[in-house]
């Protein structure tokens, strides 16, 4: 890992994005790591919560813009684009691409572990979007939050109009996005953006703590079935939607070792000792809704 330094201790990985000279800038390389480190955590039943955090003074202060205007030329053609990214649509004179931060944002949507971000500083574009798919959010007091893009005359990107009005209220969101203002932690909070506001020398310490609480009373299978269940259902058209797939959720994790255990270890007043696998015996309560693919005949299309 050149961009990111990545930790398991006592069930819980940590996440540190590691560009401390650039702010944690995000870059193609930080792109492909951050998708294979969530690899790595769903096929790892030893983590069970993930922390995300950055190294030194900021989180993640947006895109690399080494290049200045000649920035997404560069992104575009990048010799460095993860595989499968880069794409031809007729009549373009420079590749298409995939957006990198709306790549690493679907695979944290799709983790089958909660994601704790910790904002130790400046979460600015790409670095504000990215932690909308975390489950919860703390921050330092440090922390600086900005979706600064009518700024800089593109658009919000790590599918934000998704996340951020789902967050926030579509009011707030539109505030932000159409002001590209800079707010601290305290608008954050206020807001409903951050779980909680910290010292700086208290962050990843609140963030463990509360990793911990989860790691060590709840069945990890049970946890990331209900993860993806209350993010799907934001989706859904009617509650029906959500009886099917708890139907079948609750049929299925009642008669198994963990549903044993958990109803046992009440009734006996003990810690529950939950060993079913994450990796290899999650149930799949999804399959009549199933995630679209990503198309570029249908944006050529489009185009046109």
């Not at 703590?209 to 799907?232: G, K, M």
Request: with cysteine; aromatic share 8%.
């Amino acid at each position: 890992m050149q961009t990111t330094l990545y930790s398991v201790d006592d069930r819980i990985a940590t996440i540190t994005l590691n560009r401390p000279e650039r702010l944690n800038a995000f870059t193609d390389e930080m792109e492909a790591e951050l998708i294979e480190l969530f690899d790595r955590i769903d096929a790892d039943d030893d983590v069970r919560v993930v922390i995300i955090t950055g190294a030194g003074r900021g989180f993640c202060a947006g895109m690399d813009v080494s290049d200045a205007g000649d920035a997404f030329v560069a992104w575009r053609t990048s010799s460095t684009a993860p595989t499968g990214t880069q794409f031809d649509v007729a009549g373009d004179d420079l590749p298409r691409r995939r957006d990198g931060g709306g790549r690493v944002v679907l695979r944290m949507f799709e983790c089958r572990k909660p994601i704790i971000a910790a904002i130790n500083g400046a979460a600015v574009g790409v670095g504000a979007t990215m932690i909308l798919a975390a489950d919860l959010r703390l921050a330092s007091t440090n922390a600086k939050f900005g979706y600064v893009f009518n700024q800089r005359g593109v658009i919000p990107e790590s599918c934000s109009s998704w996340f951020l009005p789902r967050l926030v209220g579509m009011q707030t969101a539109l505030e932000w996005v159409f002001t590209g203002r800079i707010f601290d932690a305290t608008a954050a909070f206020s807001s409903g953006l951050l779980r909680s506001v910290h010292p700086a020398d208290e962050l990843i310490g609140a963030a463990t703590e509360l990793a911990r609480e989860i790691a060590e009373n709840t069945s990890p299978v049970s946890t990331a079935l209900a993860r993806q269940l209350l993010w799907r259902m934001q989706g859904a058209e009617h509650p029906m939607v959500a009886h099917h797939a708890e139907s079948l959720g609750i049929n299925l994790r009642g008669v198994s070792a963990d549903g044993q255990e958990g109803f046992a270890s009440f009734v006996e007043r003990r810690p529950a000792r939950f060993a079913d696998s994450v990796a290899h015996g999650l149930p799949d309560l999804f399959a009549g809704f199933p995630a679209p693919a990503f198309d570029p005949a249908a944006l050529e299309d489009a185009q046109d």
